[in-house]
């Protein structure tokens, strides 16, 4: 019945799906606690957390882990290992905590069936060694389920080892620039499993289809976010079991609502790091956004120079696009009290002691200032005077495919101090890194936009030079070319910014 649905309401040929109706799953493993999906996160100061997937439940997930490869002394343990109705398989989480910070830590999954990789511990706050970190939004399933793009077949990746079948140009780039940056941001769409009806031969078989494309992307991701800490937040496309407007009811219970971000990152991401300022504000702030947070939708973290702030823009805030009555017809969430999702957003932006953490930056979805019009209005309502109020420095959002600049701007207005101490925030769109949909024209522009590029995927790359100045580059997936470079520039001389 959904496949027909769909098929009359998209116009798809859908004689030829019956003749070739089938999931493409990934085969299933002999060793059915072999570790899948592998996944890191910062979880809190001086901590890891270590997902992955298996195809049986475990009853004690463990991770042994060291400072040498051949000497894993260390083991940590937990009890989380859970899926939901239509997934093949159960998440797995453990938390490896008090690291020795900026350290090379060696890991195995335990498992008959599991090898050794490593990962890099999160920098205390007010480090001041400068790093970079990427952001990496809007990027889906490669392959017979997603896109895919004529390049040169021989090519194999080494660091980290990418199947040589896999030409997807971001993920790619991610393994070739490995020793570059630090962790990475992704706000918001994975996959693009509720575009499983893009394909003919999925028709019939939807459900089996959605898990399968899960299955393949974040099998496809793993190299990368088994080996760098690679930080999620909600988009559109991880809402439902499609998109298509007031029909999520014929969704299956296990695709709708949010249920496999949620299962997948809620044990791993933070929730909000306690205040190592020295003022008491500061610390009764951080414990109040600690207690709001709601990972994965919202919550921080910080990392040397800087603290990072993750926001939904899906649901939970005034006409919120996917939340119940909705623009978008999905009719998720909420998934906190009334008000929750705003209360943390400003006690942890209120928390930040820039004497510790002077770069402020925060992550979401859906972006109000883009070219090609269709800002998000009520993310602006909700958020942009928060931002503005506390100084945020950079703020960092995806869901049109591709890649854009702009001044700092506060209500529609270019700061008069462009990128040279603006009291505004500076807005990037880091959407173009590569899904079944393709990439977004460039449309239309706004007075202050400086940066623009929808020819091919691409992603941004952040750069904390110092307490003073952030380099912002754009980066061509297929070739690492630096298509845009922007630095901005903040004194950074009040502790406590509000404005």
């Known amino acids: 019945m959904m496949g027909h649905l769909f098929a009359s309401v998209k116009g798809l040929p859908v004689l030829a799906a019956y003749a070739i109706a089938t999931a493409s799953y990934p085969t299933i493993p002999t060793d059915l606690t072999t570790p899948y999906q592998q996944r890191l996160a910062i979880n809190g100061p001086n901590a890891i957390s270590i997902g992955w997937n298996t195809y049986e439940k475990l009853d004690q997930p463990c991770v042994q882990y060291g400072t040498s490869s051949d000497a894993l002394t260390s083991e940590a343990c937990s009890t989380s290992s859970t899926t939901y109705a239509t997934s093949r398989t159960y998440s797995n989480a453990v938390t490896l905590t008090s690291l020795s910070p900026a350290t090379t830590y060696y890991y195995k999954i335990v498992s008959t069936n599991s090898s050794v990789d490593h990962f890099f511990s999160p920098r205390v706050?007010?480090?001041?060694?400068?790093?970079?970190?990427?952001?990496?939004?809007?990027?889906?399933?490669?392959?017979?389920?997603?896109?895919?793009?004529?390049?040169?077949?021989?090519?194999?990746?080494?660091?980290?080892?990418?199947?040589?079948?896999?030409?997807?140009?971001?993920?790619?780039?991610l393994a070739n620039t490995v020793d570059d940056y630090e962790f990475i941001v992704h706000p918001g769409d994975f996959a693009y499993a509720d575009d499983w009806y893009l394909k003919p031969k999925n028709i019939l078989d939807g459900e089996d289809a959605f898990q399968a494309i899960l299955e393949q992307f974040y099998d496809q991701l793993s190299p990368i976010s088994g080996r760098k800490a690679y930080m999620a937040s909600p988009g559109n496309h991880e809402a439902a079991c499609q998109e298509i407007p007031y029909t999520t009811g014929l969704c299956p219970a296990g695709q709708k609502n949010f249920t496999d971000f949620m299962t997948r990152f809620g044990d791993t991401m933070s929730t909000a790091f306690p205040s190592t300022s020295?003022?008491?504000?500061?610390?009764?702030?951080?414990?109040?956004?600690?207690?709001?947070?709601?990972?994965?939708?919202?919550?921080?973290?910080?990392?040397?120079?800087?603290?990072?702030?993750?926001?939904?823009?899906?649901?939970?805030?005034?006409?919120?696009?996917?939340?119940?009555?909705?623009?978008?017809?999905?009719?998720?969430?909420?998934?906190?009290?009334?008000?929750?999702?705003?209360?943390?957003?400003?006690a942890d932006l209120a928390s930040v002691d820039r004497t510790v953490t002077p770069w402020l930056l925060v992550g979401g979805h859906r972006p109000w200032y883009t070219t090609g019009?269709?800002?998000?209005?009520?993310?602006?309502?909700?958020?942009?005077?928060?931002?503005?109020?506390?100084?945020?420095?950079?703020?960092?959002?995806?869901?049109?495919?591709?890649?854009?600049?702009?001044?700092?701007?506060?209500?529609?207005?270019?700061?008069?101090?462009?990128?040279?101490?603006?009291?505004?925030?500076?807005?990037?769109?880091?959407?173009?890194?590569?899904?079944?949909?393709?990439?977004?024209?460039?449309?239309?522009?706004?007075?202050?936009?400086?940066?623009?590029?929808?020819?091919?995927?691409?992603?941004?790359?952040?750069?904390?030079?110092?307490?003073?100045?952030?380099?912002?580059?754009?980066?061509?997936?297929?070739?690492?070319?630096?298509?845009?470079?922007?630095?901005?520039?903040?004194?950074?001389?009040?502790?406590?910014?509000?404005?």
């Open 278 to 346: 020295a003022v008491e504000a500061a610390k009764i702030n951080a414990n109040k956004a600690q207690l709001l947070s709601k990972p994965p939708f919202w919550y921080s973290f910080e990392y040397g120079m800087l603290h990072f702030v993750m926001i939904n823009t899906e649901t939970d805030f005034d006409d919120a696009p996917d939340g119940p009555g909705g623009s978008a017809g999905l009719d998720s969430g909420p998934f906190g009290v009334a008000n929750q999702q705003l209360d943390f957003l400003e």
């Open 125 to 173: 706050a007010g480090d001041t060694t400068p790093f970079a970190m990427n952001a990496v939004i809007d990027m889906g399933v490669y392959g017979a389920d997603g896109y895919t793009i004529q390049m040169d077949e021989t090519k194999r990746d080494t660091i980290p080892t990418i199947d040589p079948s896999l030409n997807h140009t971001t993920i790619n780039q």
């Open 373 to 499: 019009g269709d800002g998000c209005t009520s993310c602006q309502a909700a958020f942009e005077p928060l931002f503005y109020k506390y100084g945020v420095d950079l703020a960092i959002f995806g869901h049109v495919h591709n890649s854009q600049r702009f001044q700092p701007a506060f209500n529609n207005t270019v700061d008069p101090n462009g990128m040279n101490d603006p009291t505004a925030p500076m807005y990037i769109v880091a959407g173009g890194a590569g899904n079944i949909e393709g990439l977004s024209a460039v449309g239309s522009n706004v007075s202050f936009n400086s940066f623009a590029y929808a020819d091919d995927f691409s992603y941004a790359t952040i750069n904390f030079l110092d307490a003073n100045n952030l380099k912002v580059d754009f980066i061509k997936s297929a070739t690492g070319e630096v298509l845009d470079t922007s630095v901005l520039q903040k004194s950074h001389t009040q502790q406590f910014v509000v404005q």
